[in-house]
């Protein structure tokens, strides 16, 4: 994979897709500053060796064109901060205005572009608009992990109007695609995957993937709940999509045939509904009573899918184990989390994906205890079930 360290950026304007999307509150101050962190260091190579930058990014889900709300300029002093530039900004990514301004950028400079998706065009992957962006630089490079998956006209599109010689990824991307190909590609047996979260739905393409890759997969969250019914387990009143019950048994069975080692939970911390402080029990998780909900995985469960992460030599986590945002039903999600932690202490490669196990790990403070975090989830689970993302194809 070819990064920035195989250009040289002296004298050169780089035009570089970021995932800037960053939360932010009513007052428009960023919460979480964890992408522009991100992408500093890969913008600190191209200064360093005397480029300028362009910078382009979209910035949530605008539906009619411009608006304060999702306006980039938000993200200014903030980025100003973290890179330790004056950063630059035009309100229009590709008005007239901001060609003359990146034109006019000298070595050292950074400017910062409008919300990409204030133009339809952008998520259409419309080629005009990818080639007039694709003036604002010379060198394209690509170091938004979190949209690679959609073939926009910034994040794909575009590559095709620089030559070979002149795109290339940034760190961020780089890293995330490593990290995949050593859990999917340089696999160390065994390969244990944990999948847990709120629905069958979502996970279903994921999980077929990985019953292909993985000797352990071990289901947990509000989707274990759609396998236990599907085994005829009594649930009562516990998350299930009953429209994906046969879809739950063809993975039990094509697991079988497989020979993984698909994992269900044993049993359950139910509640009477659904709130930190409703009365609580511990029960079979095929024996839940009606008027109760099972909201996280139980110490037998907790115990046996420590016992298989412990003796892993690859691991990836998608998804909490249970309702982790409250502290009454985040236990098994928690304990997990560490167990994570111990296997990497002995030397097993884990990866984390996925808004949710990310929040988890972070609220835990182990971020730096893992192998790897990834920065994007609906990236990284469609990486997986796709072998490749239409932002990485376009630059290679
Ligand atoms: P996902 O985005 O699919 O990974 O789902 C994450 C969400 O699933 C989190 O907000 C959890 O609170 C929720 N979740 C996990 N376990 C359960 C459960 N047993 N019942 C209901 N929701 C759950």
Redo the contacts with the bound molecule.
């Keep these: 994979m070819k990064t920035v360290d195989s250009i040289n950026f002296k004298n050169k304007r780089a035009l570089v897709r970021v995932d800037f999307n960053v939360p932010l509150n009513e007052k428009y101050e960023v919460t979480d500053s964890t992408r522009i962190k991100a992408a500093i260091p890969t913008l600190k190579k191209i200064l360093n060796d005397g480029g300028s930058i362009v910078l382009m990014s979209h910035l949530g889900r605008p539906k009619d064109g411009p608006s304060d709300k999702y306006s980039l300029k938000h993200i200014v002093s903030e980025l100003s901060k973290q890179l330790g530039v004056n950063v630059l900004f035009d309100d229009n990514c590709i008005g007239e205005n901001a060609f003359s301004k990146s034109a006019a950028l000298k070595n050292g400079e950074v400017l910062l572009l409008e919300n990409l998706r204030f133009y339809k065009e952008e998520e259409k992957g419309d080629e005009a608009f990818a080639k007039k962006l694709s003036q604002h630089g010379q060198i394209y490079v690509n170091d938004a992990f979190g949209t690679a998956h959609r073939a926009h006209s910034s994040t794909a599109v575009i590559a095709k109007f620089f030559e070979s010689d002149s795109k290339c990824f940034g760190y961020v991307m780089a890293g995330e695609v490593a990290s995949i190909d050593k859990v999917l590609n340089q696999t160390q047996k065994p390969f244990t995957a944990i999948v847990?979260?709120?629905?069958v739905s979502?996970k279903i393409l994921i999980i077929e993937q990985l019953i292909n890759k993985a000797d352990n997969i071990l289901i947990g969250?509000?989707m274990a709940?759609t396998f236990v019914k599907a085994m005829g387990g009594q649930i009562g009143k516990?998350?299930c999509e009953d429209d994906r019950l046969d879809v739950a048994n063809e993975l039990i069975k094509k697991a079988k045939a497989k020979g993984v080692n698909l994992c269900i939970p044993v049993d359950a911390i139910v509640a009477d509904n659904f709130s930190n402080d409703a009365n609580k029990n511990h029960v079979d998780i095929s024996k839940i009573p009606d008027g109760w909900?099972?909201?996280?995985i139980g110490n037998e469960t907790i115990k046996i899918f420590g016992d298989i992460i412990k003796n892993s030599k690859t691991i990836l986590w998608n998804?909490?184990?249970?309702?982790?945002?409250m502290s009454s039903f985040e236990n098994g999600t928690k304990q997990i989390a560490f167990d994570i932690v111990e296997a990497t202490k002995h030397g097993a490669y884990t990866l984390i994906g996925?808004?949710?196990s990310v929040a988890a790990i972070n609220k835990y403070n182990l971020a730096d205890k893992v192998s790897y975090v990834s920065t994007g989830g609906g990236a990284l689970l469609e990486y997986i079930e796709q072998g490749t993302l239409p932002g990485v194809e376009a630059v290679k």
């Design positions: 847990g979260g709120a629905k979502d969250g509000g709940f516990s998350l909900m099972g909201l996280d998804g909490p184990m249970g309702v982790f945002e996925g808004g949710d």
